[in-house]
């Protein structure tokens, strides 16, 4: 069993920036890759990004793609997510996860095993 927290949401002005920090509770949460996911209110909930275990491969929904970054220390055992121009179209609450088989990056949301507790992120226009 996996134990994750997020932290650092808030609320953000458009085109603002904020970083999410994923941490967990076990130490071979370095071992795993890991995802971030949002779900707004009324929708499903919706792949962000991803990071290998290894933090040398990530993937981005397209919708994010060159405004977030996901990265990784695992000598530190947090996962972050910075997000930089933000958009209303972001305000969603964001989640983070543990896939545990580690063969490539995933994006489905029953792929992953374990979850947090989620953090809002509410951006205003």
């Known amino acids: 069993q996996v134990q994750l927290g997020e932290s650092g949401g808030g609320l953000v002005q458009a085109g603002g920036s904020l970083r999410l920090t994923c941490g967990a509770s076990?130490?071979?949460?370095?071992?795993?890759?890991i995802g971030w996911f949002r779900q707004a209110p009324g929708k499903e909930r919706e792949f962000v990004a991803a990071?290998?275990?290894?933090?040398?491969?990530?993937k981005y929904a397209d919708s994010v793609k060159g405004r977030f970054t996901i990265s990784r220390d695992n000598a530190k055992n947090p996962v972050y997510l910075q997000m930089n121009s933000l958009k209303p179209e972001d305000t969603a609450v964001y989640y983070c996860?543990?896939?545990?088989?580690?063969?490539?990056?995933?994006?489905?949301?029953?792929?992953?095993?374990?979850w947090g507790r989620g953090t809002q992120v509410t951006v205003s226009s």
């Open positions: 076990a130490p071979t949460f370095t071992r795993y890759n």
């Open positions: 990071a290998m275990w290894s933090g040398n491969n990530t």
């Open positions: 996860a543990v896939e545990r088989r580690n063969s490539f990056l995933r994006v489905g949301v029953s792929d992953y095993d374990f």
